[in-house]
């Protein structure tokens, strides 16, 4: 009997020796007589357990982890190829906690599929989306997402159905869709994860966003970071061109759809979207003035979808099951789920796909398990490095869009970086300021001069030279960067710095009752 | 004179551009295709690559510095980047930049005297779960600590 073994792929399971694993396991099969199915899935997001290797068995796939290369001549030993008890067990993958308590839609077949095989999608109910596209109007497929309440999961929430109907609406002989797969900030990982994991979702959702508004081309922005993303999606990609999914007359319904993957070259500013269409452009990536919206004037002055990857890949499920089941999952004008990932001093790390409005703590603790230094956890970065910081009092807030905002934090792109009581938050302002000036694309004065004035005033204050002027120069500086940047880099960065400031001041050297909004 | 003139393959970098020229926005596809091939953009291809996009040497110039990507002169034989984003200073990386810089000698951006390892900074590699996270070659490794990073150095130096 040939059992298949799974070892994933994913870049994360690679960081802590995936691949040695793998060949270990391999030469070791051969070396026992067992004949054994080694699959490269993806990754199901408990990277604490990686490299997390699973054996499929009559019950189900039975987990092991997390496996070093040494320990895999006693997993044979142990009869791990029938599921059999190890002191690395884990038990059946799905009755994990941790992953059992998710509600996995975008993320639906992750860590299940090798992530290349276009069978393994089609037998895990790929491409279902795109068949009932086929059969629906171009200005019905717009209804459905925005029946469905996708907003974009990129950060800034814009809902996905009025943006295309927009691209749907402009007249233009050529449009385009564009992803927006420089996923920058740091604590987040799940576009990564898709387009490693299971590149066709995105591939289907960007044909299906190409049927919806009337575009025959679209371009996958990735960074450069990502490498693995990289030789995956073009191996996809590959597939899909000869199997009849991208190119000319898709499934014979002479409709067309091209797809090619561009790598950035580093620069954080080229996530925001109209710098990143100046790069696909082959130029500095410089943001531009809005209007005109890429919608109406984008890529090469053409009408543009940028959608992020996890906006693009929830659309083969809402296509698949309906606009009206994804906006079951929820609350308020927070619709669906959104792939949550566990970042920084934690000790779960790792992906949590949720319906919206879980709170933060139950997302730290139940699933985190608290910090991974066993230390009390102080603050939270949530939505990257334009995100604010959260401090332990505010635990209780629901993640949903709307009411961080109202906490002048923000959900972004659902990534929490977890900082234990030895965090310096006076070195983390800085250090926002300090990113936003390495990252400026200067075109704008409060972003281009702001950031790095900005990190020399907190060096002031923390250095206590006439620290109570430097305190409101720093805010009227945020205050500047805030109203007066062009885009969300200058006009966020205050998010990080601000809240430290006001939940933080110790840090700075400023007396709690001392430190007042001025 | 530019004394590293001619140290690169005019020819190889010419085949580069023309096979990829016509591409809509042909210009990144090009830096990367010449860096994939010489570790480096050469700054005497700027004229080359300017003919041939019928761009001034300026653009071509300003784009190329504008991205942290680029570099303009040869790298070391092996590349090493240290993430310095939020989830890795969360698990220490300040520190381990620190015993990084005094282990090789040099500061971000530059090459070790043997020519062995170009160091760089970068914000986020994607693996924030398991930082902090360093990239050797192209290659992420998660959960590094000074003993680890230090036989990583010390294996790369050996080849």
């Known amino acids: 009997m040939t059992v298949t073994v799974y070892v994933p792929r994913d870049s994360s399971a690679i960081s802590k020796g995936a691949d040695k694993v793998a060949r270990a396991i391999a030469v070791e099969a051969a070396k026992r007589g067992a004949t054994i199915n080694l699959v490269r899935n993806g990754s199901r997001g408990m990277f604490w357990l990686e490299p997390m290797v699973e054996v499929s068995t009559p019950e189900g796939r039975v987990a092991y982890g997390p496996v070093k290369p040494e320990d895999v001549s006693e997993l044979f030993e142990a009869n791990f190829l029938y599921g059999e008890q190890h002191r690395l067990s884990l038990g059946l993958t799905e009755q994990i906690p941790y992953f059992a308590k998710q509600q996995r839609l975008t993320f639906a077949r992750i860590g299940l599929t090798d992530p290349v095989s276009l069978d393994d999608y089609l037998a895990y109910d790929g491409y279902r989306g795109l068949a009932n596209a086929l059969k629906l109007e171009p200005a019905q497929i717009v209804e459905e997402v925005t029946t469905s309440g996708l907003r974009g999961r990129g950060g800034a929430a814009f809902p996905t159905g009025i943006k ?12 385009y869709i564009v992803c927006n797969a420089d996923e920058g900030d740091s604590g987040t990982f799940s576009d990564r994860m898709v387009m490693e994991g299971d590149p066709f979702v995105l591939i289907e959702g960007m044909t299906i966003a190409g049927l919806a508004v009337g575009a025959t081309q679209g371009y996958i922005y990735l960074r450069s970071e990502y490498p693995y993303a990289e030789e995956i999606l ?14 000319e007359d898709i499934l014979g319904s002479g409709k067309t759809f091209f797809l090619e993957v561009r790598r950035g070259a580093g620069a954080y500013i080229c996530g925001e979207e109209t710098s990143l269409l100046e790069s696909l452009e082959g130029k500095r990536g410089m943001v531009r003035y809005k209007p005109p919206l890429p919608a109406i004037e984008g890529l090469f002055g053409k009408p543009t979808v940028v959608n992020n990857v996890i906006s693009l890949a929830s659309v083969p499920v809402i296509l698949d099951q309906g606009g009206e089941n994804y906006q079951e999952y929820g609350v308020g004008r927070s619709r669906g789920t959104l792939p949550f990932q566990l970042a ?12 919206f409005g879980l709170t933060i703590r139950e997302l730290l603790y139940d699933f985190g398990g608290g910090s991974r230094s066993g230390r009390p956890i102080r603050a939270v970065q949530i939505g990257g490095p334009l995100g604010a910081y959260v401090p332990e009092s505010n635990f209780d807030l629901p993640l949903d869009y709307e009411a961080l905002a109202a906490k002048d934090a923000m959900l972004g792109h659902g990534g929490l970086v977890v900082f234990d009581d030895t965090v310096d938050m006076a070195e983390m302002a800085r250090f926002a300021m300090e990113f936003c ?4 694309c200067g075109k704008c004065t409060p972003c281009r001069i702001g950031a790095t004035r900005g990190a020399e005033v907190i060096e002031r204050i923390v250095d206590g030279k006439e620290r109570p002027k430097q305190v409101i120069l720093l805010r009227e500086l945020c205050d500047t960067m805030l109203d007066g940047s062009m885009c969300a880099l200058g006009g966020m960065a205050p998010f990080p710095v601000l809240s430290a400031l006001n939940h933080f001041p110790t840090d700075f050297g400023i007396e709690e009752s001392a430190n007042q909004a001025a | 004179m530019n004394i590293d003139q001619a140290d690169w393959d005019r020819d190889k970098v010419l085949g580069i551009v023309s096979a990829l020229q016509d591409m809509p926005g042909a210009l990144l596809p090009i830096f990367h295709g010449i860096q994939d091939e010489l570790g480096y953009v050469p700054e005497d291809s700027i004229p080359l690559i300017a003919e041939a996009l019928n761009l001034s040497r300026a653009e ?3 784009t190329l510095t504008f991205y942290h990507d680029f570099r303009t002169t040869p790298p070391g034989r092996h590349a090493l980047q240290i993430c310095r984003a939020e989830a890795c200073q969360a698990m220490g990386v300040n520190d381990l930049i620190k015993h990084a810089k005094k282990k090789l000698g040099v500061d971000f951006h530059e090459t070790t005297a043997d020519g062995a390892i170009s ?3 970068v914000f986020c590699l994607g693996n924030c779960a398991c930082s902090p996270s360093i990239m050797v070659n192209g290659e992420v490794v998660g959960e590094v600590s000074s003993e680890s990073f230090d036989e990583i150095v010390d294996s790369l130096r050996a080849r």
């Open chain 1, 164 to 175: 295309w109907n927009t691209v749907l609406n402009a007249p233009a002989d050529q449009k």
């Open chain 1, 234 to 247: 073009n191996e996809a990609i590959e597939v899909g061109m000869a199997r009849g999914y991208l190119g």
């Open chain 1, 344 to 355: 920084g001093n934690v000790k779960y790390g790792g992906l949590v796909e949720v319906a």
């Open chain 1, 437 to 440: 000036a390495i990252e400026s």
């Open chain 2, 60 to 62: 071509v110039h300003g």
């Open chain 2, 119 to 121: 160091f760089d900074e």
